[in-house]
C-alpha cells in the first residue's frame, strides 16, 4: 500500500493545479498524482492548433516537461487508472500494467475530467473520431498524414469544430460541419452566430445547420453520412465534436451527490464534495456560474482556478471559488 497525505486523480489542468498550490503552500506535504496516460500537464486546448501546424512539435503542449514538474516532489504514476474509492478506508484501488495497487490518503482530489459525448449512431469501425486526449490527438494526425483525407465532416459546431475546421482548412482539406442547432457556436447570440458562419462559407466550409447525423455508412471511397434534413455528405473521415459528459463514475459509485440532469458532480465553494475528505474540481464538477447559477460549463481555464483553490483547501487553507461568467474568445479563420 502507498500512503500520501493527498492523492490526487487526474493529471491534467484541475489536477496538477491542485497539486503545484498545495507544493507552494507546504513544502513537507506529500503529494501523489494518478493519471490514466502519460501526458501530465499537456494542454489539450492547444491540440487543435497542434493539427493546424501552428504548435510546430506536439512537446511543445506541455505547459510544463517532466523534469519541471518533478522539481515539485509529486509522485506522479502515470498510465495508472483509478479504479475505486473507499472513502470510509480513505483508499483508492488503481491499476496499472503491474496489477493492482491501493493508495490510502488523507485527503482525496478527483479531477478526471470529461470524456467526449457519442453521436448514437452505428457506424462502420474507424469511420468516427474524437478529439479529447493526447492519443485521440495521435491517432488524427497519424490519419492525416498516412491516409491524406481529401474531405472531412465535422459533426458538431461548437468552439472545438470551429477550431478544428481552421485547422483543416489550412491544410488545405475540404470540410463540412453539421450543427445539430439552428446556427453555429450556439454559445453565442445567433447575430453573432451568422457571423461566424459567413466567415466559415467565405472560406469554402459546407455548413449545415439544423440537422443531425442519422447514418454513417462506408461508401466506395470514404463514407457516406446522411443527415435528418436528407443531406448526403460524402467523406474520408468524420470527427464528432458535439460536447463531453463529466467523468463522474468513480464518485458517483463512491456515493457522491450528483447533479441529476448532467451528472456532474456537486461541489461547495472550497471544492468539497458531499463526502468527507474528497474534494473535486474540473470538467467533473457542476460550477458556480455567476449569472446562471450552478450550471456545466467544463473549461481549461476554470478547471485551472477550481484546482488551486481545491489544492489549497485540501490543506485546511481558506480559499473560495468565486465563479465563472462565461466569457469566450474564440478565433475563426482568421489569418
Ligand atoms: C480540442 C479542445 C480544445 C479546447 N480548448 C479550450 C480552450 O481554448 N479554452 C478552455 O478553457 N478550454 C478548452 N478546452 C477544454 C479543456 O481542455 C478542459 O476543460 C480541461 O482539459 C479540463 O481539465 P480537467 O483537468 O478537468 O480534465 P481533463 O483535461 O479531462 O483531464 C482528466 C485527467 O484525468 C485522468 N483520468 C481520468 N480518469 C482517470 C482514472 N480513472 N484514473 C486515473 N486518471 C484518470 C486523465 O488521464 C487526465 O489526466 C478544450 C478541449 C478540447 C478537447
Known sequence: ???????IIGGSDAGISAALRARELDDQVSITLLLSDDFPNFSICGIPYALSGEVTDWHHL???????LEAYHIAFHSNTVADKIDSEAHQVLAHNSDGSQVFAYQKLLVATGARPKSLGVTAPTAATHVLRTMADF??????????KPERVAIVGAGYVGLEVTEALIKRGIAVTMIQRGQ???????SAMGQEVH????AHGVAVLTD???????????????????DETIHADLILVVIGVVPNS?????????LDAATRAVKVDDAMRTSLPDIYAAGDLVLTKHRLLGNTYLPLGTTAHKQGRIAGATMLGRSA????????????????
Open 198 to 201: 459567413h466567415v466559415l462559407s
Open 183 to 189: 446556427e453555429v457556436l450556439s454559445t453565442v447570440d
Open 211 to 229: 440537422q443531425t447525423v442519422t447514418e454513417i455508412k462506408s461508401a466506395k471511397k470514404g463514407y457516406m453520412v446522411t443527415t435528418s434534413a
Open 320 to 335: 473560495v471559488f468565486q465563479g465563472v461568467l462565461g466569457s469566450q474568445v474564440v478565433t475563426v479563420l482568421v489569418w
Open 138 to 147: 495521435f491517432a488524427i494526425e497519424d490519419l492525416l498524414t498516412t491516409n
Open 62 to 68: 506541455a505547459h510544463r516537461t517532466r523534469s519541471d
Open 249 to 257: 463514475q468513480l464518485l458517483a459509485q463512491a456515493g457522491a451527490q
Open 1 to 7: 500500500m502507498i500512503t500520501t497525505d493527498l492523492l
